[in-house]
DNA sequence: ACAAAAGTGTTGCATATACACCCATGG
DNA sequence: CCATGGGTGTATATGCAACACTTTTGT
């Protein structure tokens, strides 16, 4: 390889991540408003270039921290998105990821050089997206729909302990459709990768519903 | 994004194929031998540098031909491998793909600019790889096989026609565990993935086996 | 007739689905 | 005692794994 080779130069690396939550029963996704060109005023998926020293996990770590002042997050790659065109100053090509994160964690979203604001959007109301962030979001979901069954993707959803009645709900909301309750809970009491912390919550006019919290352990059969 | 941060800087995308086949009841991969420095006289994976004006889709075909003359492969992204280190000039994102070929298709293996010399190499006898090819290799491996029965990655294994024997034969050389002969093939032609051609193979000693070729219709129930 | 490989069916087990009633609580 | 939502069990269907014998051909 020629590195003096005009085709070779000008490239870089987005890394992205579709971060989803579901708040009051509503399937959601944080998106921020761009405060510079390109796009200004547009709003985005969370997300920045990739250092030329970094691997772009890290690099996605260190965004979502400057961007959100969220750490610890998980993510899960799941694409990458390499249409020459796709940002006008140059060739970025875009790493996308999945991460789905309790909202109520989400105190500071803070203003950056790059940023004016933060907001979590409805999946159903989406507003127009800079770059190509729109396809972005739309596979997505299809992915985290597809390892919603397959992965404990969702383990950043809750605070530390939850019921099932809430996981259920929040499968629910995320794949837009009706699923049985028993089988359900039977499903994911099979999995081995919750278990009963013998609490009860403690809200009002109902039948008090178990604590749960997400294994530690590895003795779960689901994959990952 | 500023472009003259030198982090954002002198950075690459390698687009890179494990390339398997069977040959001989053996599960193979194509290496290709490096003719300039780095890693002169190593072998690795089929591949190179991504322009700036191509998706890593379009990079990796003409990579494949400039490299083994060899078109229309079809090939599968599988995952990016993103060490800042995992070349030596400069930071290159490596964008890995899976393709699987019939080996009688690779007449040519033409020596390039940048190869010396290509093979099939039994994948247990892989000689050390130059980058971090070795690596990717095994994960490419890894892929094709969590991937074999829920796609049909291998329709370019075969000539037009093949026998469900020779199928099956590919099944158990690239898993390298024994499967069932019988439930094998009803589990192939419950799939709605081969039809049959009406024709026979013409060997001697034995039984003829009937020809089957890919079908061309959407009616399977495999998920790709 | 024999060697060599192709082709074929059934049973049991595990998993997924469909479905309805009782229970505990606070008000 | 009632309204609300939590919790449970069973019967059926489907998919997968285990398993052995018969058929066709060329020699």
Redesign the pocket.
């Known amino acids: 390889m020629n590195k003096d080779n005009p085709l070779y130069k000008n490239q870089g690396i987005h890394v992205l991540t579709s971060l989803f939550t579901v708040e009051d029963g509503k399937f959601k996704v944080l998106l921020i408003k761009r405060k510079n060109e390109p796009f200004k005023d547009k709003w985005i998926l969370v997300g920045g270039a990739c250092y030329n020293n970094e691997t772009t996990d890290d690099a996605m770590k260190r965004e979502m921290f400057e961007k959100t002042g969220l750490k610890n997050i998980n993510f899960e790659f799941f694409n990458i998105f390499s249409r020459p065109d796709r940002s006008p100053l140059m060739r970025m090509l875009a790493v996308a990821y999945v991460g789905v994160i309790d909202c109520k964690k989400v105190k500071i979203l803070r203003e950056t050089t790059k940023t004016k604001d933060a907001d979590w959007f409805q999946i159903d109301r989406i507003p127009e997206l800079g770059y190509d962030h729109k396809e972005i979001l739309e596979k997505s979901i299809e992915y985290l729909r597809k390892r919603i069954f397959d992965s404990i993707i969702l383990k950043n959803l809750f605070p530390k302990t939850f ?3 809430q996981l259920y709900n929040a499968y629910v909301s995320i794949l837009n459709k009706n699923i ?4 359900f ?3 994911m009491l ?1 999995y081995n990768i919750i278990e009963d912390t013998g609490l ?1 919550e ?9 604590l749960y919290s997400f294994s530690t352990e590895d003795n779960h059969k689901i994959i990952l």
């Open positions: 019921t099932l009645p049985d309750r028993r089988n809970r039977k499903k099979s009860y403690s809200e009002s006019g109902k039948k008090p519903a178990k």
